[in-house]
């Protein structure tokens, strides 16, 4: 199983963050891609992909909740960053895999939407022109965060000073708990969906939703240390427990769980263009 989206780096983990890794290895797991979520995040997602090479993977990126009085600040520094961090000469622990995690948020507060949207706009620009997929959050922001994808989608190379070649817009809806409609929003634009603990909760539609969503367009995560599945809802994440987001899906697509995972996992090797190792 490959998790493609846990924050390793948070201090949920740091009690026993090498001997948790440890254990998600030696259990099967293959790989674990790191999200960014500010500029504060970069030193501890580095220290650990350097400390487990090859098998954490780094993202960097201005979340939607972080969007405050200095963003600009913040995408600044985070830009500099990601140029210092892309390229096949780098080493794989020091190379990002991703531009994420990015979006929208309108949860607690709309009080930054205007700024949310020119960071995501610009994140957007960054990852066309340095040919790197997105990780999206979109928390009641559906309709504008469609809507900004996809104008971004769009956009030709003539939209931007830096560069003449701009790749096409491709990436992941992370935590997808959207209906069927906004599902095929997302696949007509080639997104993959992000799967993780919800689907196994009990008050959730989610497994309706993407009852029609080819699995070849699934991704595993846990979003850890948050949204552990049922049975162990409450408690810290960790990649291992996918394993009860992965039964569920054998039920829904009526296949093995074996074929889950390799389906899954190619998905996110192909997206995130992770190494054989």
């Known amino acids: 199983m490959i998790d493609s989206h846990c924050h390793i780096d948070e201090e949920a983990y740091a009690p026993d963050r090498d001997e948790m890794l440890q254990r998600q290895k030696d259990g099967g797991i293959e790989a674990i891609v790191i999200p960014g979520v500010d500029q504060h995040s970069i030193e501890g997602i580095f220290a650990v992909c350097r400390r487990w090479r090859g ?27 990601i140029l210092a961090h892309v390229g096949q000469d780098k080493d794989i622990s020091e190379r ?15 009080d930054y939407a205007a700024a949310q949207h020119e960071v995501l706009r610009t994140q957007l620009r960054w990852a066309r022109e340095l040919d790197l997929p ?27 000073h830096h560069t003449s070649n701009i790749s096409p817009l491709r990436g992941v809806i992370h935590c997808f708990s959207g209906s069927a ?49 049922t049975p162990h809802r409450g408690e810290r994440n960790e990649p291992l427990l996918m394993q009860y987001v992965v ?16 389906i899954t996992s190619a998905n996110s090797r192909q997206l995130f263009r992770l190494p054989q190792l």
């Open 55 to 81: 098998f954490c993977f780094p993202t960097l990126g201005l979340h939607p909740q972080e969007v405050a009085d200095d963003w600009q600040e913040q995408l600044s520094v985070l830009h500099q960053a």
């Open 96 to 110: 990002i895999v991703a531009i994420g995690e990015i979006g929208l948020d309108y949860h607690y507060t709309r």
């Open 134 to 160: 997105v990780i999206i959050h979109s928390r009641d922001a559906t309709a504008d965060c469609l809507s900004i994808v996809r104008q971004a989608a769009e956009q030709t190379s003539d939209i931007t």
């Open 181 to 229: 409609e906004v599902a095929q929003q997302w696949l007509k634009m080639g997104f993959y969906l992000g799967i993780g603990g919800v689907l196994t909760f009990k008050n959730s539609h989610l497994a309706e939703h993407i009852a029609s969503v080819p699995l070849d367009r699934i991704l595993l995560e846990t979003d850890g240390p948050y949204l552990a599945p």
């Open 247 to 262: 039964a569920r899906l054998a039920e829904i697509y009526d296949c093995t769980q074996e074929e889950v995972v390799r």
